[in-house]
């Protein structure tokens, strides 16, 4: 099913009932990046979490429309969730956290489409800067960004990124 060709892709704000298919892609992407054993969403925390009156996060769906005649509807085959950052050098900033198209449908620019429809919100919401994090082996996804002008800030600046979880949170939290 490789390089399957499309009529039309279209890239909407995605919906409450697009929960299920982000989910499903989210499951696809951390088995692509050999980390299925972390995902512990589910559609309900998806639902609640970015459909609220105050969403902790927003997405874009990549929406494959049929052909004419085509029994099916649109299938949803990739996404780009994204929420809003704080700079304290440059301002408002928007992060990308997963961009994500099905391997069948890569290389037709669909994640470029993705990119720059957050490029978009970002430059719409006021935004100085878009940010997103990649695995060191995934040279296909930082070929892509830097073709289209991103830079790699470990590479120039030095920047290492960390994290905080559970039971070290806790200890921090004196809880």
Known sequence: ??????ASVRIREAKE???????????ELAEY?????????????LRADGFGEKPFYHCLVAELLPALGEPQGPCVVGYGLYYFIYSTWKGRNVYLEDIYVMPEYRGQGIGSQIIK???QVALNKGCS???LAVLDWNK???DLY???GAQDLTETEGWHSFRFEGEVMRELAGK
């Open 1 to 6: 099913m490789a390089g399957v060709q499309m």
């Open 17 to 27: 009932g697009d929960c299920g298919h982000i989910l499903r892609l989210i499951r």
């Open 33 to 45: 990046e050999k980390l299925s054993d972390q995902v512990k969403i589910s559609e309900e925390a």
């Open 117 to 119: 429809k957050v490029a």
């Open 129 to 131: 800067q878009f940010r």
């Open 140 to 142: 296909s996804a930082m």
């Open 146 to 148: 830097k073709a289209l």
